[in-house]
């Protein structure tokens, strides 16, 4: 939020009495301000921008126009509670309201009465208070009559010397005879702090303010005064030459009579001892020099003044030449992965051939690595155990939902606020300019009005760009080709293909349950033991149990839920300790359930008695693989094709692609030549209300359309996954490991596979494929040959070739 005061006007008031519109407690719709406070009866214009006041102001509109001002105890923060706001406040009454074209809300508004806050009641979407108004009375008397009187004196002596208080104010107060009024229209005009201008608005007693008012209108004279008698003094010792140099002589003079001056030498030696000891590369050191001497000309009372202090301060603190020493030891790398993680044995050869490079040559350029998977597979966790194995500081930033540009690149110091981008704000943190840098997300980055913020990420991923990265705050490059960068993502097309061009992919596939179990005994449950203060002899779980945990509680390709129901286990075990078990709890399979409640999940199975028309396919999805039923249904009818379960565009093509190759081809496959005459086709994906989109149902969906047209079951305990042509060619699809192992979690005996997937299998644990026959297919003819030969169920697990 940002509050701008252009000037400042009064109303006298009408009743005599500035709580005049104070009744019961009620409730008013606040706005903070970081610096602001508003007196009753002071008209002033406000330029707000945060959305949430905005929606304060629209919703104020549409009642009675009143609000609330509270003054905030720090500077601006996001959050803001009874502890960091001043519990005593303004009433306003909104006089005029219009919005700019960048989007701010001006508002003239006027005080009304003051309040007191009772409790906040509500935060978001915006500020809202119970208040209670204050009522203030007093009893005239000789003495107040007297301040009153050399109130308006002192005013009007003060405002003759002011070069801010415009004159009509000061022959307005010469009209005021009601004290609170004179006191509040003041104090509420003097160029003081924010504190004492809070103090007077909190002190009720109207004698007292009174004084209160006098005592710095006295302060603000003997200023202005000084002030003047200064500048009368530099003007006389000044000669028609120096008045070029007018202005400067005057902040000497008054630097040398507040003692100033001392104190901003020391500030500019110190900061440019700061710089020298940076170790700042020379265009850096430059501009951080120009802006030294513009800091030593600048008054410590102008707002620039900490723009370009704070510009110096990350100037200093930027690690331009503090690196951290890579241990290259590949023997300890190796050891310190395997014990962080389990398998992975792809990622984690890449990771040690990138450490075996840079030990034969310490400052090449290495690559992007882009860990992608699903969700809690270990991608980040994998960067945290490089940076280990390295011992290199290790920073994460998390791009999901990131939307402007200023994010990545920073904000230009022409911005009040601004600050450097999130990548060089995350170098500071780290401490060195070589981290372990992980960005993720990276697949969840949008694009606005604001900018593209992908676009900016491709010269910090770029190893021939980024040597020299530039951010809009600091406008020196900074060297980001030490920083070893790593990105996450869920998934690849969501990634520009500039972006992705950049990276070097490393897939991360779910786990099978074996792996999960071996997991959870060997990482997750130590783990979860020592969080929950349990000894590892307190608590046992049987592999059968934890099997169990895995198949009937969580349906994820990552950890994070069986984590999760570990914990939980775990927590259920910790209360019986506390509540005075002593003797060992071992959790067997079926105590599952009294810890965990009914099974979450029911994973579907192989069908036991095939009917024509139904035929198993085999899809993907981020937390896995599924097997996937395709029912078809013929009826009477006029040729009609009806596709349901939330099927979408592709799956609909692949139908019709499928119907057009059997009506082509019927006498060759078993289907009589008009089989499509006066029947409709129905084919239904059952799970509807999931959404279902790919081409590798084709198979399944060809398969199960032949098969009630012919009349004939698909073969028991077969499963296909392929996406089809219309000329009945095979072509590859993705997710083959994730599709082969939930085949096998669902008892499929046999499956079906493109032949171009056959490197595929390459990534199948090879217990799966002992106990599976793989039929690797070229064309739609060999897949009806297989799924139609009711004779040949396999004796013996074991991979085949369909000829």
Same mark, same amino acid.
């Given at each position: 939020?940002e509050?701008?005061?252009?000037?400042?006007?009064?109303?006298?008031?009408?009743?005599?009495?500035?709580?005049a519109? &104070?009744?019961?407690?009620?409730?008013?719709? *606040?706005?903070?301000?970081s610096?602001l406070?508003?007196?009753?009866?002071?008209?002033?214009?406000?330029?707000?921008?945060?959305?949430?006041?905005?929606r304060?102001?629209?919703? $104020?509109?549409?009642?009675?126009?009143?609000?609330?001002?509270?003054?905030?105890?720090?500077?601006?923060?996001?959050?803001?509670?009874?502890?960091?706001?001043?519990p005593?406040?303004?009433?306003?009454?909104?006089?005029?309201?219009?919005?700019?074209?960048?989007?701010?809300?001006?508002?003239?508004?006027?005080?009304?009465?003051?309040?007191?806050?009772?409790?906040?009641?509500?935060?978001?979407?915006?500020?809202q208070?119970?208040?209670?108004?204050?009522?203030?009375?007093?009893?005239a008397?000789l003495?107040?009559d &007297? +301040?009153?009187?050399?109130?308006?004196?002192?005013?009007?002596? +003060?405002?003759?010397?002011s070069?801010?208080?415009?004159?009509?104010?000061? &022959?307005? @107060?010469?009209?005021?005879?009601?004290p609170?009024?004179l006191?509040?229209?003041?104090?509420?005009?003097?160029?003081?702090?924010?504190?004492?201008?809070?103090?007077?608005?909190?002190?009720i007693?109207?004698?007292?303010?009174?004084?209160?008012?006098?005592?710095?209108?006295?302060?603000?004279?003997?200023?202005?005064?000084?002030?003047?008698?200064?500048?009368?003094? @530099?003007?006389?010792?000044?000669?028609?030459?120096?008045?070029?140099?007018?202005?400067?002589?005057?902040?000497?003079?008054?630097?040398?009579?507040?003692?100033?001056?001392?104190?901003?030498?020391?500030?500019?030696?110190e900061?440019?001892?700061?710089?020298?000891?940076?170790?700042?590369?020379?265009?850096?050191?430059?501009?951080?020099?120009?802006?030294?001497?513009? /800091?030593?000309?600048?008054?410590?009372?102008?707002?620039?003044?900490?723009?370009v202090?704070t510009?110096?301060?990350?100037?200093?603190?930027?690690?331009?030449?503090?690196?951290?020493?890579?241990?290259?030891?590949?023997?300890?790398?190796?050891?310190?992965?395997?014990e962080?993680?389990?398998?992975?044995?792809? @990622?984690?050869?890449?990771?040690?051939?990138?450490?075996?490079?840079?030990?034969?040559?310490p400052?090449?350029?290495g690559?992007? /690595? =882009?860990f992608?998977?699903?969700?809690?597979?270990?991608?980040?966790?994998?960067?945290?155990? *490089?940076a280990?194995?390295?011992?290199?500081?290790?920073v994460?930033l998390?791009?999901?939902?990131?939307?402007?540009?200023?994010?990545?690149?920073?904000?230009?110091?022409?911005?009040?606020?601004?600050?450097?981008?999130?990548?060089?704000q995350? *170098?500071?943190?780290?401490?060195?300019?070589?981290?372990?840098?992980?960005?993720?997300?990276?697949?969840?980055?949008?694009?606005?009005?604001?900018?593209?913020?992908?676009?900016?990420?491709?010269?910090?991923?770029?190893?021939?760009?980024?040597?020299?990265?530039?951010?809009?705050?600091?406008?020196?490059?900074?060297?980001?080709?030490?920083?070893?960068?790593?990105?996450?993502?869920? #998934?690849?097309?969501?990634?520009?293909?500039?972006?992705?061009?950049?990276?070097?992919?490393?897939?991360?596939?779910?786990?099978?349950?074996?792996?999960k179990?071996? *997991?959870?005994?060997?990482?997750?449950?130590?783990?979860?033991?020592?969080a929950?203060?349990?000894?590892?002899?307190?608590?046992?779980?049987?592999?059968?149990?934890?099997r169990?945990? $895995?198949?009937d509680?969580?349906?994820? &390709?990552?950890?994070?839920?069986?984590?999760?129901?570990?914990?939980?286990? =775990?927590r259920?075990?910790?209360?019986?300790?506390?509540?005075?078990?002593?003797?060992a709890r071992?959790?067997?399979?079926?105590?599952v359930?009294?810890?965990?409640?009914?099974?979450k999940?029911?994973?579907e199975?192989a069908?036991?008695?095939?009917?024509?028309?139904?035929a198993?396919?085999?899809?993907?999805?981020?937390?896995?693989?599924e097997?996937l039923f395709?029912?078809?249904?013929?009826?009477p009818g006029?040729?009609?094709?009806?596709?349901?379960?939330? %099927?979408?565009?592709?799956?609909?093509?692949?139908?019709?692609?499928?119907l057009?190759?059997?009506?082509?081809r019927?006498?060759y496959?078993?289907?009589?030549?008009?089989?499509?005459?006066?029947?409709?086709?129905?084919v239904? @994906?059952?799970?509807?209300?999931?959404?279902?989109?790919?081409?590798?149902?084709?198979?399944? #969906?060809?398969?199960a359309?032949?098969?009630?047209?012919?009349?004939?079951?698909?073969?028991?305990?077969?499963?296909?996954?392929?996406? %089809?042509?219309?000329?009945?060619?095979? +072509?590859?699809?993705?997710?083959?490991?994730d599709?082969?192992?939930?085949?096998?979690?669902?008892?499929?005996?046999?499956?079906?596979?493109?032949?171009?997937?056959?490197?595929?299998?390459?990534?199948?644990?090879p217990?799966?494929?002992?106990?599976?026959?793989?039929?690797?297919?070229?064309?739609?003819?060999?897949?009806?040959?297989?799924?139609?030969?009711?004779?040949?169920?396999?004796?013996?697990?074991?991979?085949?070739?369909?000829?």
């Amino acid at each position: 939020m940002e509050e701008k005061i252009t000037n400042t006007k009064v109303t006298p008031t009408e009743s005599g009495n500035p709580a005049a519109e &104070a009744g019961e407690a009620r409730l008013l719709p *606040i706005i903070p301000m970081s610096e602001l406070v508003l007196f009753p009866r002071l008209i002033i214009p406000l330029a707000l921008w945060e959305e949430s006041i905005q929606r304060l102001i629209d919703d $104020t509109l549409l009642k009675d126009k009143i609000i609330g001002i509270l003054t905030s105890r720090q500077p601006a923060t996001e959050v803001y509670t009874t502890e960091n706001l001043y519990p005593i406040g303004t009433a306003a009454v909104i006089l005029k309201m219009g919005k700019t074209q960048e989007g701010a809300v001006r508002l003239l508004i006027q005080g009304l009465y003051r309040f007191k806050v009772e409790e906040l009641v509500d935060t978001e979407p915006y500020i809202q208070a119970r208040v209670s108004p204050i009522t203030e009375t007093y009893e005239a008397d000789l003495e107040i009559d &007297a +301040m009153v009187s050399s109130l308006k004196g002192m005013f009007k002596k +003060m405002s003759e010397l002011s070069p801010y208080l415009p004159t009509e104010l000061g &022959a307005m @107060v010469q009209e005021l005879d009601d004290p609170r009024v004179l006191a509040d229209v003041t104090g509420g005009s003097l160029n003081i702090a924010k504190t004492e201008k809070q103090d007077l608005l909190e002190t009720i007693e109207v004698k007292e303010r009174l004084q209160k008012v006098l005592r710095l209108i006295s302060r603000e004279i003997e200023i202005l005064e000084l002030g003047k008698q200064i500048q009368a003094n @530099v003007k006389t010792e000044m000669d028609k030459a120096q008045k070029d140099y007018y202005l400067r002589e005057q902040i000497k003079a008054l630097q040398k009579e507040l003692g100033e001056g001392d104190e901003r030498s020391r500030e500019v030696d110190e900061l440019r001892e700061r710089l020298l000891e940076a170790g700042l590369p020379e265009a850096a050191l430059k501009e951080a020099e120009r802006e030294l001497t513009r /800091l030593s000309r600048i008054p410590s009372t102008s707002p620039d003044h900490q723009v370009v202090r704070t510009y110096l301060e990350w100037m200093i603190e930027l690690p331009w030449n503090v690196t951290t020493e890579d241990r290259l030891d590949l023997a300890e790398a190796k050891r310190i992965l395997d014990e962080d993680h389990y398998n992975l044995e792809k @990622v984690k050869k890449r990771i040690l051939e990138f450490l075996a490079v840079r030990q034969l040559k310490p400052d090449m350029k290495g690559s992007i /690595l =882009c860990f992608v998977g699903p969700p809690g597979t270990g991608k980040t966790s994998l960067g945290k155990s *490089i940076a280990r194995a390295l011992e290199r500081k290790f920073v994460r930033l998390s791009l999901g939902g990131v939307r402007d540009e200023a994010e990545i690149r920073g904000h230009r110091r022409t911005y009040v606020g601004a600050l450097p981008g999130r990548i060089i704000q995350s *170098i500071r943190r780290a401490g060195s300019n070589n981290p372990v840098f992980i960005l993720d997300e990276i697949d969840k980055i949008g694009a606005d009005f604001r900018g593209d913020p992908a676009s900016a990420l491709l010269e910090v991923l770029d190893p021939e760009q980024n040597s020299s990265f530039s951010d809009h705050y600091l406008e020196v490059g900074f060297d980001l080709s030490k920083v070893m960068f790593i990105t996450t993502a869920n #998934m690849l097309d969501t990634i520009p293909p500039a972006l992705r061009d950049r990276m070097e992919v490393l897939q991360l596939p779910g786990y099978t349950e074996e792996e999960k179990i071996q *997991i959870a005994f060997s990482y997750l449950l130590p783990r979860q033991l020592e969080a929950h203060g349990l000894k590892p002899e307190q608590l046992t779980i049987t592999p059968e149990a934890m099997r169990r945990v $895995t198949a009937d509680y969580t349906r994820e &390709a990552g950890l994070r839920n069986l984590e999760r129901e570990v914990a939980a286990l =775990c927590r259920s075990v910790a209360r019986e300790v506390a509540e005075g078990l002593t003797t060992a709890r071992t959790i067997q399979e079926e105590d599952v359930p009294t810890y965990l409640g009914q099974a979450k999940f029911f994973r579907e199975t192989a069908l036991d008695h095939p009917e024509p028309g139904i035929a198993t396919g085999l899809a993907w999805t981020p937390v896995g693989g599924e097997i996937l039923f395709i029912e078809t249904l013929r009826m009477p009818g006029s040729s009609k094709l009806k596709l349901t379960g939330q %099927i979408g565009e592709v799956m609909r093509e692949s139908v019709e692609a499928a119907l057009s190759f059997i009506r082509a081809r019927a006498p060759y496959i078993g289907v009589e030549e008009d089989f499509f005459k006066d029947i409709d086709i129905h084919v239904h @994906v059952p799970s509807g209300a999931i959404p279902k989109d790919g081409p590798s149902a084709g198979v399944a #969906m060809l398969t199960a359309l032949v098969s009630l047209f012919s009349d004939r079951p698909v073969k028991k305990g077969l499963a296909m996954t392929g996406e %089809i042509t219309l000329r009945g060619h095979i +072509m590859p699809v993705g997710g083959i490991k994730d599709k082969v192992l939930a085949a096998h979690r669902a008892g499929i005996k046999e499956v079906i596979l493109p032949a171009q997937n056959a490197k595929d299998l390459e990534d199948i644990p090879p217990n799966v494929k002992d106990e599976l026959l793989i039929h690797l297919v070229e064309r739609m003819d060999q897949v009806l040959e297989i799924a139609f030969d009711q004779a040949s169920e396999a004796s013996q697990p074991r991979q085949a070739a369909a000829a």
